[in-house]
């Protein structure tokens, strides 16, 4: 398989990177970070999540962040929104652009959402409706794609399915998330195998966290396959707080060092990039996750 000449990053540090941070991170310094990330060349970032403050206490500030950076218009920002409630307040916050999240697991959904998969494909009905009539496009996210916290490995036909119906139901694209960081190029293979059966690869995007140190293998993998988009998080920065021990996502700064490796275009400054990993990094009071950042800055 020929790979891609060129892959959108999805920038995912200020929503999926700090939603699991213990302190609150305050809103001037998420701005910031979005900031940079605009400046070093990201051309979509997943800004923050209309979630409940109770659930996610770091995202309690999303309509804030979304009113300020909305304004831009070279950068598509992004949200999540779990169900109608959601969708309205980053509709009212100048958000053009969001997501629903399902997963492929029972006991994952009810942990994250709490709702069986069901439920939460009844939440999404509405926000489809409401973004259909506002001209919005919808992301699809799929949870735990290979293996599940709570559950263990799952079926690829079960997450193909998850999928299938999030397209079927108008989602422009579905990224598939492994959670958990577990998987590994024969398991990412087989998952977008199954997959794909449904779905054209043009319209899937690889999601992956990095606790076995396995993503950089599973995008390369997903490229083979002709997958073209990747969400990433600056410094390897996250983890969700709804799954024990997984860490945070690949790191962008290691992506774009493969992809640049490869001759492959994605648009963005690694140097600029490394310059806020290791500024986020500071600021939370620890070193980058990112082997390229630490690599780069190695005197
Ligand atoms: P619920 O308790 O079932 O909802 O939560 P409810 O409708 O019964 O409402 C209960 C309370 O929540 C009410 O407030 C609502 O107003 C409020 P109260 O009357 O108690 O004061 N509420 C909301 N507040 C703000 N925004 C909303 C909203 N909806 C209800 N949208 C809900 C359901 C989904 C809201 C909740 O479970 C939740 O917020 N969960 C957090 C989910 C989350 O953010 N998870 C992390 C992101 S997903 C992820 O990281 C995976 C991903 O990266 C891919 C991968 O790696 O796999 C995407
Ligand atoms: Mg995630």
Not at 204 to 214: K, P, R, W
Not at 224 to 236: H, K, L, W
Request: with cysteine.
């Amino acid at each position: 398989m020929v790979l891609p000449t060129h892959v959108n990053l999805i920038e995912a540090g200020p929503r999926d990177g700090l939603q699991n941070e213990k302190q609150v991170v305050p809103t001037a310094v998420k701005l910031e970070l979005i900031h940079q990330l605009r400046a070093a060349g990201i051309k979509t970032i997943e800004a923050t999540a209309f979630v409940s403050p109770k659930w996610v206490p770091q995202m309690a500030d999303s309509s804030t962040v979304m009113n300020v950076i909305a304004k831009h218009d070279d950068v598509t920002y992004m949200a999540l929104t779990p169900n109608l409630k959601g969708f309205e307040a980053a509709f009212a916050a100048g958000c053009r652009n969001v997501a629903v999240f399902a997963a492929a697991s029972e006991t994952f959904s009810q942990k994250n959402t709490n709702c069986s998969i069901a439920e939460s494909f009844e939440r999404f009905i509405p926000v489809m409706d409401a973004a259909a009539k506002a001209g919005i496009r919808v992301r699809g996210y799929v949870s735990c794609v290979v293996g599940c916290p709570y559950e263990g490995e799952i079926r690829p036909t079960a997450v193909a399915d998850i999928a299938r119906r999030l397209f079927d139901m108008g989602c422009y694209e579905v990224s598939m998330g492994d959670t958990i960081g577990v998987g590994t190029p024969g398991s990412v293979r087989a998952m977008f195998e199954a997959t794909a059966k449904y779905i054209p690869v043009n319209k899937l995007a690889g999601h992956f966290h990095d606790s076995y140190g396995m993503a950089i293998a599973n995008i390369y993998a997903s490229m083979e396959m002709g997958i073209s988009v990747f969400d990433s998080s600056v410094a390897g920065l996250g983890g969700c707080p709804f799954a024990p021990g997984a860490s945070g996502n690949v790191a962008t700064e290691d992506v774009v060092y493969l992809l640049r490796g490869l001759g492959i275009e994605c648009g963005v400054d690694l140097d600029a990039l490394v310059d806020t990993a290791l500024w986020i990094s500071a600021y939370l009071g620890r070193a980058p996750a990112s082997r390229v950042a630490r690599a780069m800055t190695r005197h």
